[in-house]
């Protein structure tokens, strides 16, 4: 059996795109990162996620979705006002959203990484206010969902990615390795 270690319905619908029946079972850890690289922090909590959930038969598969801006890594908003700073900080420059992805089963496990490269649109304040309200992005890591159409210009790499789960990168590892096991 496969497991997605989230709740996210984000993650749930992407996956469905490659992977037809699965189970979730949302990882309940500390996502307190230990490593100061982004592309370390989001393999590493991909990988807590999934050694979380894995039970030593089924499949898991776990991914942490991060927003990097200059070298900082931006997270969930805690509170209107920290969104609206993330917003405005973001507003009519690029960042890069990195997933980390951990997949586990009894013949080992795979942690890998996947960037993409955004462009927010410029946006006026009011506009970035009038996002918040409507949409209330404060699960989201920098305080926005692609997905929501609203917020940006420009992507370079994987939509998929920047919503949550490398599905091109996902297909081809499963295409390689799980089946073939």
Known sequence: MIIL?????????????????????????????????????????????????????????ASDTIVVFKK????????????????????????????????????????????SKVKFKKMSTEQIERYIDDFKPYDKAGSYGIQDGVCVDKIVGSYDNIMGLPTEKLSKYFKEKIWHN
Do not use: M
Not at 17 to 45: G, H, M, Q, Y
């Open 72 to 115: 900082k890594v931006l997270g969930k908003p805690q509170n209107r006002n920290d969104a609206l700073n993330t917003l405005s900080t973001l507003n009519g420059k690029w960042h890069k959203v990195i997933t980390g992805v951990c997949i586990v089963n009894l013949y080992g496990k795979t942690v890998f990484s996947v960037q």
């Open 5 to 61: 270690a989230s709740a996210s319905p984000r993650r749930q619908e992407l996956l469905k795109k490659i992977i037809k029946e699965f189970s979730v079972v949302a990882a309940n850890v500390d996502e307190t990162p230990t490593r100061t690289c982004p592309k370390e922090i989001a393999k590493e909590l991909a990988e807590r996620k999934a050694l979380c959930v894995f039970n030593g038969n089924d499949t898991v598969i």
